[in-house]
C-alpha cells in the first residue's frame, strides 16, 4: 500500500499521549463525577469547588500557546472528543460544564487573530477554573444556527450588539462570552463580551436536564464593544458552519459517553433481575434490546469519530458532522429511552440513574456551540 493510500485510512488506533489522558480523564470521571452527579441534579448547581478541581486535568492549558505559557499542544478535535466521552460518563452536565471554557479557547484559536490570542488566553493559565462560554442559541421556536436575529451595529469606536441568546452553559458566572451576531451588511460576527458589561441581564432557566449546568437567558441591550473585540480581521465573515459543526461533534461525543453507562447499567441490572427462576436477559425480547443499544452505540461513535478524525486532518467535514447529529440525536434518546424501560417500574424512580441519564439525552440534538472541539 502506498503513502498516499495509507493516508486515506480512518485508523483507530490511540497514540501514547491520547492513551494516558484517556486513563486519566476515566479515572476522574469515576472518582469526581460519578459521585456527585444526582446530588448535583438535585441542588441544580455543580458543587463548590468542582470545577476548579477539573483544571488538574488541564483540559483548558492543552492548546494554548507555549509563548503565552501553554502546553502548545496541537489543536486535536480526537483528543477532544475522547475528553468529552470520557468525562459524559460521570455525568453530561457537569462535563460540559468542565469543557465550557475550552470551547471558548478553540472558538478563539479557530477564528482569533494572533493578537486576540494573546489579549484572551493568558487568564487560562493559572490553577483557578475560568468560565467563559458561548452564546449562540436565540429562543425561537425552531432555532436555525445560520438565521441569527441578535444584531451588532457598527459605529465609530466599535459596535453596539442587541438581542437575546437561550441556554447559554455557565452564563451567569462567565467572566468572557463569546456572542454570534449579525453585522448589517456585512454578515455574521463573534464577539467577545465581558460577562461584567453594562448592559447583559442574565435569567436562570430551568429545564427537565442539564440542571447543574445552570443554562442562561442572556439579554443584550445596547452592549457596546470595541472594534478589537469582533473575532478575526476587520469585516472578515465569521466561519459559524465551522463553529456549529465542532460544536455538535462534541456534544454528541458526550452522548456516547452517557449511553455507554446506560448500556453498562441495564446489562447489570437486567443479569440480576430474576423472574420466573431466570435472569431476564434470558428472555429475547430483552437481549435483543440490549443488542440492539450496543448496535446503536458502536455506529454514534464510529460517525463521530469520523468526523472529528477528519477535522483534525483539515478535510472538509461538514456531511459527517450533519450525518452524525441526525444518528446520535435519534438513538441517544431511543437508548435513553430504553435503558429506562428495560428496569420496568424501577426505571421511573430516581433510585436508580437511568431516568438522569434519560433526561439528559432528551438535550442531544437541541443544544449548539456549547462542546466546541
Known sequence: MSEAENELLFDLTLDEDQ??????????????????????????????????????LGLSLMPIPE??????MPRSPVSNVLN????????????IGALTPLSFINAILDH??????????????????????????????AFDPLKISTSAEKTADGYVINGSKCMVALGDSSELILVVALVEGEGLG???VKGNQEGLSFSKEEYMGLRPLQLNRIELKDVK????????????????ERLVDLGRIGLCAMSVGVCESVLAYVIEY??????????ITN????????????????????????????????????????????????????????????????GFTREHPVELWYRNLRAIGLLDGCVVV
Open 84 to 95: 468529552a466521552e470520557d468525562l459524559a460518563h460521570g455525568d453530561m452536565s457537569l462535563a
Open 67 to 72: 509563548s503565552l505559557d501553554g502546553a502548545g
Open 112 to 141: 482569533g487573530t494572533e493578537t486576540q490570542i494573546a489579549n484572551y488566553l493568558p487568564r487560562f493559565i493559572d490553577d483557578k477554573f475560568h468560565a467563559a462560554t458561548i452564546a449562540l442559541m436565540e429562543p425561537s421556536a
Open 225 to 240: 464593544v470595541e472594534m478589537e473585540d469582533r473575532l478575526g480581521e476587520p469585516e472578515q465573515a465569521f466561519d459559524l
Open 19 to 56: 492513551q494516558l489522558n484517556r486513563d486519566s480523564m476515566q479515572r476522574f470521571a469515576r472518582s469526581e463525577i460519578q459521585g456527585i452527579s444526582r446530588s448535583a441534579d438535585e441542588a441544580g448547581e455543580a458543587p463548590a469547588g468542582f470545577y476548579d478541581k477539573t483544571v488538574e
Open 283 to 346: 428472555r429475547q425480547s430483552v437481549a435483543f434490546m440490549i443488542g440492539d443499544m450496543a448496535t446503536e452505540i458502536a455506529a454514534m461513535r464510529l460517525m463521530v469519530y469520523r468526523a472529528a478524525s477528519r477535522a483534525e486532518r483539515g478535510l472538509s467535514f461538514h456531511k459527517e458532522a450533519y450525518l452524525m447529529n441526525l444518528q446520535c440525536s435519534k438513538f441517544a434518546m431511543e437508548i435513553g429511552t430504553n435503558g429506562v424501560q428495560l428496569l420496568g417500574g424501577h
Open 190 to 192: 463573534a464577539f467577545v
Open 270 to 279: 437486567c443479569n440480576a433481575r430474576v423472574a420466573f427462576d431466570e435472569p
